[in-house]
């Protein structure tokens, strides 16, 4: 089973920046999907980014142009978040999903989870 460990949510004002990480335990497969999502408070899960091993990403079109999803050589994962909206505001996890081939940005395609990190847009 793979860990994850998110950190980086803050309470921010409409128009700042934050950056989301995301610790993986080791492991050995050479495919596999990473993704972060979020649960805004009221509303279901929704995915915000994914990204693959040779770098191919994916954003959501809500955040697109303001969100970066990467990844280092140790496979943390990273969300860079730029000009925060309220909408923003929510609960973010990362998740991933290994031995796959192609990634996909829903929440069902995966079976690992963290336990969130909270960010909070004022406006």
């Known amino acids: 089973q793979v860990q994850l460990v998110e950190s980086g949510g803050d309470s921010v004002q409409a128009g700042g920046s934050l950056r989301l990480s995301c610790a993986v335990s080791?492991?050995?497969?050479?495919?596999?999907?990473m993704a972060w999502f979020r649960r805004a408070p009221g509303k279901g899960r929704e995915g915000v980014a994914v990204?693959?091993?040779?770098?191919?990403t994916h954003v959501a079109d809500s955040v697109k142009g303001r969100f970066t999803i990467s990844q280092d050589n140790a496979k943390t994962l990273f969300l860079q978040m730029d000009n925060l909206k309220a909408e923003d505001t929510g609960m973010y996890y990362c998740?991933?999903?290994?031995?796959?081939?192609?990634?996909?940005?829903?929440?069902?395609?995966?079976?690992?989870w963290g336990q969130g990190t909270q960010v909070t847009v004022s406006s």
């Open positions: 998740a991933t999903r290994l031995d796959v081939y192609w990634c996909a940005l829903n929440t069902e395609y995966y079976n690992n």
């Open positions: 080791e492991f050995t497969q050479s495919r596999y999907c």
């Open positions: 990204i693959d091993p040779e770098g191919w």
